[in-house]
């Protein structure tokens, strides 16, 4: 239990990290919300399958692995950069509950496994990534508020109306004085701090809307990810500057860092592929795969077109327009039906 307070709304309340305990085993806030996300965004991605052309039950395989592989990505991101928090065996390792887990070290695990099960199951992995920008939205907006029941990634001391502060987060600072004092200056024990998770979520479900009227407006398959990591990167880069749990490598804030970079190099693509297209003579030029003829005839809505070309076949005859065989009686072009010219040669 944790006493939470927001002094400058007036607000003060108790909060508990666990949600719920089966047979003796507690379930947290944390885990229910990143689950409750991930299951909206799979009915979403399941919703939107048709419209980026893909296969439902294969799409449901990308994301079951996918999810697997951000599990490992995310916990091995932070146990690698983490100096507070060192693993010592395999066991320790899959047990979350210890630990955290980094989040582009979630989505670097979930892309390098999406695009390996795309590879095997033969689905378009450009229009997948599409699909899921929506999801990975939604579940991050929800998954911040399982820190807030935490009382985790909050920043540093602000007197702002909405600066929280709670007997955990004293606690925290109190343990962790001196690295914070290296890292960000003086942080108070007593004094309300940011409220970063809560600036995130918000963030992400503006980004919500946001995607939805990009979707309908897509140039290329890609597109609406690429537009994810852009305003994803965007906000992280704003929270992480607060935070008093940053990853570090040296004096490098390591989350911060990569997802800059997620956001430029992603920036850069959509300006630099959005204006091939514009000058492109082509209509069909990086069109959406869902949009194309060749969507069609991967899904049976039109026969594959097999007839040989139309050089191929000659000059059409009239025996054709009339529906006449080449050489039969009635066929004036050929010599041996022509009765004169048998009477001729008699």
């Not at 395999?90 to 955290?100: A, C, P, V």
């Not at 670097?108 to 990534?129: M, Q, R």
């Not at 800059?260 to 990086?286: C, G, H, M, Q």
Request: proline letters at 3%.
């Amino acid at each position: 239990m944790s006493h939470v307070s927001f002094p400058g709304l007036g607000l003060e309340f108790d909060i508990n990290r666990v949600a719920f305990t089966v047979a003796g085993f507690e379930i947290y806030w944390y885990g229910v919300l990143i689950a409750l996300g991930m299951f909206i965004g799979v009915i979403i991605g399941q919703k939107n399958a048709k419209r980026f052309g893909i296969d439902e039950d294969k799409l449901y395989d990308v994301i079951i692995w996918g999810a697997i592989g951000a599990l490992f990505g995310g916990r091995s991101f932070y146990v690698l950069f983490s100096d507070d928090y060192k693993v010592t065996s395999i066991r320790q390792f899959l047990n979350l509950r210890e630990g955290g887990t980094a989040f582009y070290g979630i989505l670097t695990g979930a892309l390098v496994t999406a695009f390996i099960v795309c590879l095997i199951n033969k689905t378009k992995f450009l229009c997948v990534l599409d699909d899921i920008a929506l999801g990975f939205l939604i579940g991050q907006g929800l998954g911040r508020w399982g820190n807030f029941f935490n009382q985790e990634l909050f920043g540093t001391n602000t007197d702002l109306p909405w600066g929280m502060y709670s007997d955990t987060i004293a606690r925290y600072i109190s343990r962790n004085a001196d690295r914070l004092l290296n890292d960000h200056g003086i942080v108070l024990t007593d004094g309300p701090v940011h409220p970063t998770f809560i600036y995130e979520s918000i963030w992400c479900f503006i980004g919500v809307a946001v995607i939805c009227y990009f979707i309908k407006r897509r140039k290329f398959d890609g597109e609406i990810f690429l537009r994810y990591l852009v305003w994803n990167g965007i906000g992280r880069a704003f929270c992480e500057s607060l935070r008093t749990d940053a990853l570090f490598l040296g004096k490098i804030r390591i989350s911060q860092a990569v997802c800059v970079t997620y956001a430029v190099v992603s920036a850069v693509l959509l300006f630099v592929i959005t204006r091939k297209i514009r000058n492109s003579s082509d209509p069909e030029y990086l069109k959406p795969y869902v949009q194309t003829r060749q969507y069609l005839i991967d899904t049976g809505a039109v026969v594959e077109d097999t007839e040989p070309a139309a050089e191929d076949l000659g000059e059409v005859t009239e025996d054709a327009v009339s529906g006449n065989e080449p050489g039969s009686p009635d066929d004036p072009a050929d010599p041996e039906a022509d009765p004169d010219k048998e009477t001729e040669t008699e």
